[in-house]
């Protein structure tokens, strides 16, 4: 079946520093990808997405490019800052499936 | 602005209590999802529904059931409370059509029952 592996957490760094977030997965056929970003009490929040390889996803500075030949859709931010702390899923949709498969979730702490 | 609203953020609830967590959505949504989220267990789907009256178990749909009798409204109920129950439940839904939009979620219900 479907499944994301996903960085474990959690991951702590300063202001400005730079994220990267690794995600690989295993679908049938052509997946969708996703990232989702869940703030401090909230529910989870669409952040980017890409729907065919070599797709580019971005949003909020950050950026996942979609590489089918590794599996992988990892997350990135050049300039991290406090209020990007938060729990960041990645996720797939295979063209079969109505369900999001997710990944365990990477919690991310940005300190000033 | 589309949205999927949960009735409730906080709720406390007795054990054995009879227990209705309400989601509705506003997108025209086909699919709707109740998830729960535990630290360190991820998000595990509960049940989910892919049209009205239809519902489908997911992977922990012990303890719980689910009804659709109108295609923007999705309930999770507990049957009988108990304290393993504490959990944060988070609502979704997604476009039968369009699933490379993803899905929408709700604010979420953190409920404790005691």
């Known amino acids: 079946g479907d499944s994301v592996t996903q960085m474990e957490g959690p991951v702590t760094l300063s202001e400005e520093a730079f994220l990267t977030i690794n995600c690989t997965y295993t679908?049938?056929?052509?997946?969708?990808l996703f990232w989702y970003v869940q703030y401090p009490g909230e529910g989870l929040q669409l952040l980017l997405k890409?729907?065919?390889?070599?797709d580019k996803g971005s949003n909020k500075g950050f950026e996942a490019t979609y590489r089918k030949e590794t599996t992988s859709f990892h997350l990135e931010k050049g300039s991290v800052q406090v209020s990007d702390s938060a729990v960041y899923f990645c996720?797939?949709?295979?063209?079969?499936?109505?369900?999001?498969?997710f990944g365990a979730g990477t919690t991310v702490t940005v300190r000033a | 602005d589309v949205k999927v609203t949960q009735s409730s953020r906080y709720l406390v609830k007795r054990t054995g209590e009879k227990v209705f967590l309400e989601c509705v959505q506003d997108?025209?949504?086909?699919?709707m999802f109740w998830y729960r989220q535990d630290p360190g267990l991820g998000l595990r789907l509960i049940y989910f529904s892919y049209d009205v009256k239809m519902k489908e178990k997911g992977d922990i749909p012990e303890g719980y059931s689910v009804s659709r009798e109108k295609k923007e409204r999705f309930s999770l109920i507990l049957e009988s409370a108990s304290t393993n129950q504490t959990s944060m439940y988070l609502c979704?839904?997604?476009?039968?059509?369009?699933?490379?939009?993803?899905?929408?979620f709700g604010s979420g219900t953190r409920l404790t029952v005691v």
């Open positions: 997108m025209d949504h086909e699919n």
């Open positions: 679908a049938t056929g052509y997946p969708s």
């Open positions: 890409a729907t065919k390889a070599d």
């Open positions: 979704a839904s997604s476009s039968g059509v369009r699933r490379h939009y993803g899905y929408t």
């Open positions: 996720a797939l949709t295979s063209s079969n499936d109505y369900k999001l498969s």
